[in-house]
């Protein structure tokens, strides 16, 4: 598979086109956490007579605090699938937080549910695990609009062991990461954003923040979910959802490395610590669950016109995007964003028709991606273009569908999403792409070694630990919980791949 091959395709990037997390000012109160979330007063007291006719499917995913309006919000959604399809939806939100641990709890106990958001950093094992539904024939049979609409290269990289187990999220194919900056920081400072190309590059635009906004000021403030977003790019995860084991995207021998061991990330974790200590980076980062909003500075995968909705959910005048790396198209980027349909489901069908729906009609995708119609948004040219008239809609756009039958937000590029196909064109490969992990096999090492990353993660990639001290200690306990033989079985399954 040559490096430099393109591809028009699908997907990847993480926290764009959400809302913020706070809400407020309404008669009654609602939930404020995932847990509260599930309950719908509205559904739960109205017991109609065709409600056994209609059902109702759980869809766990992924967003923050909801707002006082989001049972309305809903409810409108619901009279409007029920006509069309016979289906209604109880979203369910798990704060961006607790998301890993409260999929990892629905999954392992078998708590009920129809259909659940996940990525490349959970999808594999929850398959092992038998969570999700083999749904290679059945898309095909009840969604064949939704077959049709997502090419064959990103449906393949769903698939593990030659079976499709969930419907990606077709939108940006390539991982391609960018660095926001608030734009009154920039002039106040005469910070040139066209000589910033590496990390190093950002070091003396964050001291003359630091030096000129004070000691309280930080600025860049972190969260233990992110960490700095994208600090590891350059290495294809090869789907285990495991950072510390990769490939160098561009490497044609396609070597298994330690990452974490490799000189040029040792560098980069070496800055990072420094800019923590240097109080460049807010101390709470470790264990900080929820971004600020109106942060300085951020790092984020994301696509041109991103900028306009950020503005909004920060609250923020102006942001400036500086692209740092990619487009790079992997099979991890493929798998980003996927819903996948519980094993024990039992509207398995209804489940297919509805993100069938999702993906393929502008009126439901844009109450998914943006709330209340005339109290979260409204619409400027019919369905193609929504000006946002709230910050406070929980739900995240890119976990949802696809971005080619969502409205433009004012103010981004009205060719914004044409702009993301060239985008997908550009892309380059990498030089494991179509290669996914079998990790049938290796469940237990690779849950131990996950266990370890878990236990380390958030204090390395938010710069509060010392990486030369902290990194060989990692490494350390992930070879005594299977990373050796996660790296061996890894080298096995390429070369066998490839051949």
Known sequence: MKRSMKFLSAFCMMMLLTSALAACGSSKPEPKSEGDAASNP??????????????????????????????????????????????????????????????????????????????????????????????????????????????????NGTKIDGKIYSVPTYKDSAMTQYWVFDDKYVQKYSIDLNNIKTLKDLDKPFHDMKAGEGKSFYPVSLTQGDGFAGFLNEYDDLTLGLKPIGVKFDDSSRKVVSVLEQPEAMEKLKLLHQWYKD???????????????????????????????????????????????????????????????????????????????????????????????????????????????????????????????????????????????????QATASSCLGFALDISKLSTEVANTKAVWDKYQYELLTGASDPEKMVPKIVSEMKAAGMDAIMKAAEEQINAYFQ
Do not use: H
């Open 42 to 155: 509205q559904t739960d007291t109205k017991k109609s007579a065709d409600s056994a006719e209609v059902p109702t499917l759980v869809w766990w995913t992924i967003g923050g605090q909801m707002p006082e309006n989001f049972y309305k919000a809903i409810a409108a959604m619901n009279d409007y699938t029920a006509e069309k399809i016979g289906v209604k939806i109880d979203i369910k939100v798990a704060s961006w937080g607790e998301w890993g641990t409260k999929i990892n709890t629905i999954v392992n106990t078998g708590e009920p549910f129809d259909i659940m958001f996940t990525n490349n950093t959970k999808y594999s094992q929850q398959v092992n695990m038998g969570a999700f539904a083999d749904i290679t024939d059945l898309v095909q049979s009840e969604a064949p609009d939704l077959y049709k609409l997502i090419p064959e290269k990103v449906w």
């Open 279 to 425: 109080g460049i980076i807010n101390p709470d980062a470790p264990t900080k669950k929820e971004a600020d909003k109106g942060r300085p500075f951020f790092s984020a995968q994301a696509f041109p016109g991103a900028e306009a909705n950020w503005q909004i959910t920060e609250g923020v005048q102006k942001y400036d995007m500086v692209q740092t790396f990619g487009p790079l198209y992997t099979t991890s980027t493929i798998q980003g964003s996927l819903n996948a349909i519980s094993a024990n489901s039992k509207y398995k069908k209804e489940a297919l028709k509805y993100l069938q729906l999702v993906n393929t009609d502008p009126k439901l995708r844009n109450m998914l991606a943006f709330g209340e119609q005339g109290v979260d948004y409204a619409n400027v040219d019919g369905e193609k273009e929504i000006e946002r008239k709230t910050d406070t809609w929980p739900l995240a756009a890119y976990t949802q569908g696809t971005f080619f039958d969502l409205a433009v937000t004012k103010g981004a590029p009205l060719d914004q999403w044409e702009q993301v196909r060239k985008l997908n064109e």
